[in-house]
């Protein structure tokens, strides 16, 4: 019998404001275009955090000394300051924003491409999940410093400012930055590659020990000496994921929120006027919904026509809409549009339970 070993990252929120010495050992005081640098009254010099290797790395020598003690990951969901001379398109590209980042600490090559491998197909289910997933594509990057290759998440849009090269029949990509080096697809090897507008909305990195090195992060192994540690990157622009979605999944109506991030999950209208029995319905609808579970956001505004509550219906954009009207109440049934499609259909209270 195998018994496999699910290793959980542990959650974590480390400062947004840097003390310059860490920043010296990895050079990148001097080297980092980005880096917002302050100073205070003292004249002490710290940065505003545009990423947190040089943060977690010296916190992580608190907690690895073996190779028992790896692998070993943590994360975390914190605001981002790059000093971005391309700001642009609202929250798709901004100078603060708030970005998922986690980090892997591994004993050797292996184990850090078996962790590195499990985090791409994690990534692909983040973006399933959120609506993007048939179209975004793990595309081959530069890797810098770091290794031959990174990996960036990229969503295809008209509204991009990326270009990759898609493998069609392996559903691969390459970034335009490599397409000179790398002219045919990195898996199957295909030449015919197709070029397209894209966001990115994820990437990966196999670090090595770029960080490890100048903190002198070690390990002992099962001899008792020291080794280095390697580490991997890996990261979600969770402003930009928003504003994808916003931009392939919107329509000339509106937002189309998927399910999963939808602000509320059902935007119930009453169209009752001054009608105390469609009033004390809908209400009680409302209030049925909320206390199994379901979020709702209630339009029961009095001076507003239905044609503007369902024009603010279809802009808002929420997965469902319920329709309660002095037509309904009598047929006894409720009004459903699902935004996605705009199919409607009378339902039953009872049918509610689907949700």
Known sequence: MVLKIVVLSVELFMSSLHPKEPWEK?????????????????????????????????????????????PFSVYQFQNK??????????????????????????????????????????????????????????????????????HEFQTLSPEGEDTIYLCEKCSIAINKEIIKEQTTCPKCGSGDLKEERSIEV??????????????SLVYKDEKGENKPVLM??????????????????????????????????????????????????????????QKNGVSVLYDDRKDVRAGEKFADSDLLGMPHRIVISKKTLEAGKLELKERKTGEVKMINQNDLNNF
């Open 202 to 215: 994820g990437n990966i990195f196999e670090l090595k020990t770029k960080f490890s090195d100048p903190f």
């Open 81 to 150: 300051f790059r000093m971005e001379l391309r700001a642009k398109s609202g929250i798709l590209r901004g100078r603060e924003f708030i970005m998922k980042d986690l980090y892997s600490f591994h004993k050797d090559e292996e184990q850090l491409k078996e962790f590195y491998e499990k985090m791409k197909d994690v990534y692909k289910k983040v973006f399933q999940s959120l609506g993007i997933g048939d179209r975004t594509y793990l595309t081959f990057a530069s890797g810098g410093s770091f290794s031959e290759f990174s």
């Open 232 to 289: 991997g990157c890996y990261g979600i622009g969770i402003g930009r994921v928003m504003g994808t979605v916003a931009e392939v999944l919107s329509d000339k109506d509106g937002l189309v929120w998927p399910q999963s991030i939808a602000p509320f999950k059902v935007h119930l209208v009453e169209l009752g006027g001054d009608d105390e029995e469609v009033n004390a319905f809908a209400k009680n609808i409302y209030e049925y919904l």
């Open 26 to 70: 990895t050079g990148r005081w001097k080297d980092l275009d980005v880096l917002y640098k302050v100073t205070d009254s003292l004249e002490r010099e710290s940065a505003l955090g545009p990423t947190h290797e040089e943060i977690v790395v010296p916190l992580t020598k608190h907690f690895i000394s073996s190779y028992k003690d790896l």
